[in-house]
C-alpha cells in the first residue's frame, strides 16, 4: 500500500505541474454540459413558411394570420408558385404554400378547395415541425373560422373541411434519417480521421527530434505541406471508402455533380488538416493536442448543424457555428447530394472552407517559424 500511495501521489503531482491538462479536464466536460443544457434543442420556433396568397381576400388573409398566430411559422408572402419551391430550394423557407384563386367563393360555395403544401425534407425533424405546424388549417378550429354568415347563402349543418392540402415532401420524400445524417457521417469520418493523423508536429517535440527539422534545409512551408500530404491522401481514401457505401448500400442520393462534391471534400479535408497541424504547433505535447482536438469534434458535431438543427440554438450562440468548417460542409454536401444542387449556388461554403484552409495554413508556418527562432 506504501508504494501504492507513492505512485499515486507521483501521477497527482504530475497532473499538477501541467496547467493546461488541468484546464482541458475541467473546462472540456463544462462546456459540453453547457452546450446540452442551453444551447441544444430538437424543438424550431418561427420556421418559415413562404406563401403564395393567389386568393387576395378576407379569407386568404385569415389563413395566413393562422399559420403565424396558431402555427407558430413566420410568413414570407411570395408572388408566384415557382417562388414558393425557389426559397425551399435555396433554404430560405421551410414550408411552401399556394392559396389558389377563387378560394373564399368556394367556402361561400361550402367547395373544398386543395391547397399546395410543399416541405422541406432535407431534416426530418425541421420537416415533421412544419408540418405540424400546417395542420392548424385544417382543424375544426379553421373551419370555423371559415364561415359565411351570408343569409342569402346559409352554411348547411354540416359542411365540408374547407381545405385540403396536397401535401409533397421535397428532396427526402420517406423522411428517411439516413439521408439526413449520412452526409454529415461523411464529414464526421474525415475531421475524425484528419484530426488524428495531424499531429506530427507535436510527436516530433515530444521525440525531441523537432531540432532535425530545423536544421533541415527546408522552408517551414514545405514542411506543413510535407505533414499534411500523406494524411489527406489517406482522408481522401476514407472518404471515398464512406461515399461508395453509403451510395451502394444506404442508396443515398447524389442528384449534383460528383466533381463538385469531390472538389467539397478535398476543400473540407485541407481546412480541417490545417486545423489539426495548428493544434499539432501549438501544443506542446501528445495529449494536449488529443484534448484540444476532441474539444474541436465534439463542439463540431454539437453545434454545425449535424444533429440539432441550427435554427433551434439561441441566436447568441449561432455565430459559433459559423466559426467551424463542418457547418459549410454540412450546408453544402446536403445541397449537392440530396437538393442536386450546381456548385455555383454554393460558392459562399466552398469560399469558407477555402478561407478556412488559408487561415490555419498561415497560422501553422508563422508558428513554426517563431518556434525555431
Not at 516530433?204 to 532535425?212: A, F, G, V
Request: hydrophobic share 55%; proline share 5%.
Amino acid at each position: 500500500m506504501r508504494a501504492l500511495r507513492a505512485v499515486i501521489r507521483k501521477e497527482f503531482i504530475h497532473i499538477r505541474r501541467d496547467p493546461r491538462l488541468v484546464g482541458y479536464v475541467v473546462v472540456l466536460p463544462v462546456i459540453v454540459l453547457l452546450l446540452f443544457g442551453f444551447a441544444l434543442r430538437l424543438r424550431v420556433d418561427n420556421l418559415t413558411v413562404a406563401v403564395c396568397d393567389q386568393d387576395r381576400t378576407f379569407f386568404s388573409s385569415e389563413i395566413k394570420s393562422r399559420l403565424q398566430q396558431e402555427g407558430g411559422l413566420y410568413v414570407t408572402e411570395v408572388d408566384a408558385p415557382d417562388a414558393v419551391g425557389d426559397l425551399i430550394w435555396t433554404g430560405k423557407a421551410h414550408l411552401g404554400l399556394v392559396i389558389p384563386p377563387g378560394f373564399s367563393r368556394r367556402v361561400a360555395d361550402n367547395q373544398q378547395t386543395t391547397f399546395m403544401l410543399l416541405v422541406d425534407g432535407t431534416m426530418p425533424t425541421l420537416a415533421q415541425a412544419a408540418l405540424y405546424g400546417a395542420r392548424v388549417l385544417t382543424d375544426e378550429d379553421m373551419a370555423d373560422r371559415l364561415t359565411l354568415d351570408d343569409p342569402d347563402h346559409p352554411s348547411p349543418a354540416v359542411r365540408k373541411n374547407p381545405i385540403r392540402l396536397d401535401q409533397t415532401v421535397l428532396f427526402n420524400p420517406h423522411l428517411r434519417d439516413s439521408d439526413f445524417f449520412l452526409p454529415g457521417t461523411m464529414g464526421i469520418v474525415m475531421m475524425l480521421v484528419s484530426l488524428a493523423l495531424a499531429t506530427g508536429i507535436v510527436r516530433e517535440k515530444e521525440q525531441q527530434t523537432i531540432e532535425q527539422l530545423w536544421a533541415t534545409p527546408i522552408s517551414r512551408l514545405a514542411l506543413v505541406a510535407g505533414k499534411m500530404i500523406p494524411c489527406a491522401a489517406v482522408t481522401v481514401l476514407d472518404f471515398v471508402v464512406a461515399l461508395a457505401l453509403s451510395r451502394w448500400v444506404f442508396a443515398l442520393p447524389v442528384r449534383g455533380s460528383l466533381l463538385a462534391v469531390a472538389a467539397l471534400a478535398a476543400l473540407f479535408i485541407a481546412s480541417v488538416l490545417a486545423l489539426g497541424t495548428f493544434v499539432s504547433v501549438v501544443s506542446e505535447t501528445q495529449l494536449q493536442a488529443h484534448f484540444i482536438s476532441v474539444f474541436i469534434f465534439v463542439v463540431s458535431i454539437l453545434m454545425s448543424g449535424f444533429i440539432f438543427p441550427i435554427e433551434a440554438m439561441p441566436h447568441w450562440l449561432q455565430p459559433v457555428a459559423s466559426a467551424l468548417p463542418m457547418t459549410y460542409f454540412l450546408e453544402a454536401i446536403r445541397g449537392l447530394t440530396l437538393k442536386g444542387m450546381p456548385a455555383t449556388h454554393l460558392l459562399g461554403d466552398f469560399a469558407a472552407l477555402a478561407a478556412f484552409a488559408l487561415l490555419f495554413g498561415t497560422l501553422c508556418t508563422v508558428g513554426l517559424k517563431k518556434q525555431a527562432a
